[in-house]
């Protein structure tokens, strides 16, 4: 075997050690786009959650909104099924049609009174278990509370509380609107 032959021989492969720095520069510029791809991920739940609680906070102003121009159109006073609940805590099934029904009173707090179920066939957010099967306890809890501002003026405030599934603390959505009496403004 001639010299050349010898020398081309022992440079044909790898050694250990340029081996393990080739692996670690490979996991180093994979392990940072995996990392970025996670934090995405945990942050498009956390913004659902966000949107989802939104949504939950303005069915319910939507919904006492309805409640008055339906006591207007039919001459009744414009407050008069949210009178009984100014200056308490109440849950909101808007899923009801009659407000008698809708209207559930928190005397141990609204989350360990009234927790909300998501029922599947529906997508809707209900306080009722009918049916176990189809629907889900959900992570949102949804408070109101009514205050009187002046006799042609009531303050709504909707409060959602949800425990995220990734982070640990718990959440809170508040908004603050007001409805009028519009027929004697």
Request: aromatic share 10%.
């Amino acid at each position: 075997m001639s010299l050349f032959t010898k020398t081309a021989a022992k440079e044909q492969g790898f050694t250990l050690v340029e081996s393990l720095i080739a692996i670690s520069i490979l996991m180093l510029a994979i392990a940072g786009p995996l990392v970025a791809v996670s934090n995405a991920i945990s942050q498009s739940g956390y913004a659902r959650d966000q949107v989802t609680a939104f949504y939950l906070a303005q069915d319910a102003v939507e919904y006492l909104r309805n409640l008055r121009d339906t006591n207007v159109l039919g001459q009744q006073e414009w407050d008069a099924t949210m009178k009984s609940y100014f200056d308490t805590d109440f849950a909101l099934d808007t899923t009801q049609n009659d407000p008698t029904n809708a209207f559930l009173t928190c005397a141990g707090g609204c989350a360990n009174v009234h927790p909300m179920y998501y029922d599947v066939p529906t997508g809707e957010y209900i306080y009722q278990q009918t049916n176990q099967n189809q629907q889900l306890p959900s992570i949102y809890t949804r408070t109101i509370h009514l205050t009187q501002v002046s006799a042609k003026e009531i303050a709504i405030q909707v409060t959602i509380s949800w425990q995220p599934a990734i982070l640990t603390t718990p959440k809170t959505f508040t908004i603050q609107e007001d409805i009028t009496n519009w027929v004697q403004l």
